[in-house]
């Protein structure tokens, strides 16, 4: 039952029979017959079958709650009792938004491994919207994000002061200007990250302060990734607010270069973020080792 259980568990993450399959290390027709033997046990169906799409009935959305809660237990089981015998076991799913897990979360994932070499860490990456929202579904224990979306059933622990530098291309006319001024910025072409990107929030919410809405801006493009917005700068003459951490080496080489804008300072923390009033102790520590690496008090 638990490998049916987790069958289920996979095709319900990822909606699709051969992904699943490869996945697991089976074959489809094993993936289905589990799941036919499940469906026969509850005597329902737990997957709409439409040609090649599948989605979960409202059967199947319960089990798949219900699955989340029974491996979230043994996952706690096999970490709590490993450490009895002093060989911590277990799986740790963590999420990071992009800026973190391309410049800060790596140096503290090879310190972990080093002290906790039976612990499996799954890094899961993508915008500070899609970890809340993996955090939310169970799908990971922890997350660092770029912002503060106040979620209330979500823990918030300020992390990393981080600073969002207006940055170009070092030939750019502009960087002969020693200092410009928020109005100067109406007349640059910007690049920015997607929406639900926590970068993206943080700097509507420092020019709103400063004066000037977000849509008074031109936006050039909207691009998924740091470095594709690099790229982009360094083959062009537009503009983008970046965090000081993913644009160092850069800066170093001096490819880019810091524009200081007069009156307007962007900055920001980066956040672990959990589950409210839900704790374990492998997710507690890593924190710690986290804190430990960065000499912080969390």
């Known amino acids: 039952m638990d490998f049916r259980l987790k069958v289920f568990y996979t095709v319900a993450l990822r909606l699709n029979f051969t992904k699943a399959a490869t996945e697991l290390y089976i074959t489809q027709p094993a993936v289905s017959k589990h799941i036919h033997e499940l469906e026969e046990t509850y005597k329902t169906k737990l997957f709409e079958r439409n040609g090649s799409k599948i989605a979960l009935t409202p059967a199947g959305k319960i089990l798949l709650k219900h699955t989340k809660s029974i491996f979230e237990i043994y996952r706690e089981i096999d970490f709590e009792m490993s450490s009895f015998i002093n060989e911590r076991q277990g799986l740790l799913r963590l999420g990071a938004s992009t800026t973190i897990s391309q410049y800060i979360i790596s140096p503290v994932l090879a310190h972990f491994h080093q002290k906790q070499k039976d612990i499996k860490v799954n890094l899961l990456n993508g915008n500070t919207e899609q970890i809340e929202n993996a955090l939310i579904n169970k799908e990971i224990e922890i997350g660092i994000v770029e912002g503060q979306s106040k979620n209330q059933s979500i823990k918030y622990i300020p992390f990393l002061k981080d600073e969002l530098v207006l940055v170009c291309n070092s030939n750019n006319p502009f960087v002969k200007k020693n200092e410009i001024s928020v109005s100067d910025l109406k007349s640059m072409k910007f690049i920015t990250r997607e929406r639900g990107s926590g970068t993206l929030e943080v700097i509507e919410y420092a020019l709103k302060k400063a004066g000037l809405k977000f ?26 607010f970046m965090s000081i951490h993913a644009v160092s ?33 492998l997710s507690e520590l890593f924190i710690q080792n986290m804190s430990n690496h960065y000499n912080l008090k969390l």
């Open 215 to 240: 849509s008074d801006l031109q936006i050039e493009m909207q691009l998924g990734s740091t470095e594709s917005i690099k790229s982009y700068l360094l083959n062009s003459e537009c503009f983008a």
């Open 249 to 281: 080496k850069e800066l170093k080489n001096k490819e880019l270069m810091v524009l200081d804008v007069e009156e307007l300072s962007v900055e920001r923390y980066f956040y672990i973020i959990t589950l409210l009033g839900k704790s374990d102790s």
